[in-house]
């Protein structure tokens, strides 16, 4: 899977939009973006993912830049349950049952 | 939405014991579940792929002799550590794919074993 570059770490206050940004300028065409989570002492979960279009769901919106080469994970508005480990990972759609591998994701904190 | 559990969520054990952790996917079949190892701060790193009715494929570096994976169904991965040492504590999370499609595909995890050897 390509590389992805995200900041180490950022802080919210509660109930302000966040914006979680992810560079990943070696995308290739087939390359889905997903993001995943990591609550402290949990496993991770799915956040939202997408290809070319900007994604919405109830946890949050994914915008993608038209050229692919960043994307934006966007909160709209955080709470203290946001705290958490965000994970930027390309998967390509030619994978198969292949594992998600890892980076070191944003330690996002939220302010109260 | 798909659900999978895994258990025990903690252990302590002995140095030199064997401990196994169950993973399962509660509402899916899952062919093919992966397992994670996680130090304090680090990100999740990848031990083991567990493919229903055949051989785990381990990453390079784990010891597929000490971390036994069993893949017995459909809905079950065990990951057995066995003879435990005290570098062997760690996070273990497993997880499973669900859907067909990268399209629509999620992984989906467990809540994770919080191993620790004494």
């Known amino acids: 899977d390509a590389k992805t570059t995200q900041p180490n770490s950022m802080e919210s206050n509660e109930e302000e939009p966040v914006h979680l940004p992810c560079n990943h300028s070696t995308i290739s065409g087939t390359d889905y973006i997903h993001w995943y989570r990591q609550l402290p002492s949990q496993g991770p979960e799915y956040v939202i993912h997408?290809?070319?279009s900007n994604v919405n769901n109830r946890m949050a919106s994914l915008a993608i830049a038209e050229d692919r080469k960043s994307s934006t994970l966007i909160l709209h508005r955080a709470t203290l349950r946001d705290a958490a480990v965000y994970y930027c990972i390309l998967r390509d759609a030619l994978s198969g049952n292949t594992p998600l591998v890892f980076g070191k994701g944003t330690r996002l904190s939220v302010i109260a | 939405g798909a659900v999978v559990s895994q258990h025990p969520s903690w252990v302590i054990c002995k140095s030199g014991t064997s401990v196994k952790i169950e993973c399962r996917s509660l509402d899916f079949q899952a062919t093919t579940m992966f397992w994670y190892r996680q130090f304090p701060k680090q990100s999740l790193m990848l031990m083991a792929t567990s493919n229903e009715g055949s051989k785990a494929t381990y990453e390079q570096g784990v010891e597929k002799d000490k971390f036994l994976i069993n893949h017995a169904s459909l809905t079950l991965s065990t990951l057995t550590v066995t003879s435990a040492h005290p570098e062997d504590s760690s996070f273990y999370i497993c997880?499973?794919?669900?859907?067909?499609?990268?399209?629509?595909?999620?992984?989906?995890f467990g809540s994770g074993t919080q191993l620790s050897v004494l």
């Open positions: 997408g290809l070319t």
């Open positions: 997880s499973a794919r669900w859907g067909m499609m990268t399209t629509n595909e999620k992984l989906f």
